[in-house]
């Protein structure tokens, strides 16, 4: 069984930076993905997003591109996602997240981590 514990969330200005980790316990199945989806107010969940646990594919929304990069350390088993250049409307609890398809339908998931950006 995969649990998955997020932590580095908080309060930032927009402009700033952030980073955000996942820490994994058990073992993550050589065909896992482990992504990053977030929830803001209101809203449906988002896909924001994944790495492949077994090779180096990595995949974004495109709302994130240039500025999210998701990575992951195999020996820590964590999986991180650096945020730079924060906007107000990636405020959202973003959540970790593992299955087998890069975009959607995972079956494990974290608690959770509050990211608010002030203006």
């Known amino acids: 069984q995969v649990q998955l514990v997020e932590s580095g969330g908080g309060l930032v200005q927009a402009g700033g930076s952030l980073r955000l980790s996942c820490a994994i316990s058990?073992?993550?199945?050589?065909?896992?993905?482990l992504a990053w989806v977030r929830q803001a107010p209101g809203r449906e969940r988002e896909f924001v997003a994944s790495t492949r646990w077994s090779d180096a594919r990595t995949y974004y929304a495109d709302s994130v591109k240039g500025r999210f990069t998701i990575s992951k350390d195999k020996a820590k088993k964590t999986v991180d996602l650096q945020i730079n250049n924060l906007k107000f409307e990636d405020t959202a609890v973003y959540y970790c997240?593992?299955?087998?398809?890069?975009?959607?339908?995972?079956?494990?998931w974290g608690q959770g981590t509050q990211v608010t950006v002030s203006s």
């Open positions: 058990g073992r993550p199945y050589s065909s896992y993905v």
């Open positions: 997240a593992a299955g087998t398809s890069p975009y959607s339908d995972y079956f494990h």
